[in-house]
């Protein structure tokens, strides 16, 4: 069982920077691959970025490509997400999630546990 926490998420100007931060709990945080997703009003959920156990390899969305990176520090049990350039259409609620296994994946439902989210409000 883990269970994952966001912090970090506000209101920011476009072209600001935020970094999000997901802490998880247990002693067997680098056995999993994390991601990020978000979702906006009316929106559904839609894939952001992941990272290896190790923090070796990432994938990110084409749409954040560029301007959001993923990280984790498997010593402090936490990943970020550093977003740079950030757009009005990055507006959204944030979630991590942790899965099981090595492969990444940028399918939400191959994803075993949830954090509550952290809201990202981007003015234009």
């Known amino acids: 069982q883990v269970q994952l926490v966001e912090s970090g998420g506000g209101l920011v100007q476009a072209g600001g920077s935020l970094r999000l931060s997901c802490a998880a709990s247990g002693r067997t945080f680098s056995s999993y691959v994390m991601g990020w997703f978000r979702q906006a009003p009316g929106k559904e959920r839609e894939f952001v970025a992941t990272?290896?156990?190790?923090?070796?390899?990432?994938s990110y969305a084409d749409s954040v490509k560029g301007r959001f990176t993923i990280s984790r520090d498997n010593a402090k049990n936490t990943v970020y997400l550093q977003m740079n350039s950030l757009k009005p259409e990055d507006t959204a609620v944030y979630y991590c999630?942790?899965?099981?296994?090595?492969?990444?994946?940028?399918?939400?439902?191959?994803?075993?546990?949830w954090g509550q989210g952290t809201q990202v409000t981007v003015s234009s």
């Open positions: 990272i290896t156990r190790n923090g070796g390899s990432t």
């Open positions: 999630a942790a899965r099981s296994g090595v492969v990444l994946t940028a399918i939400g439902g191959r994803y075993d546990y």
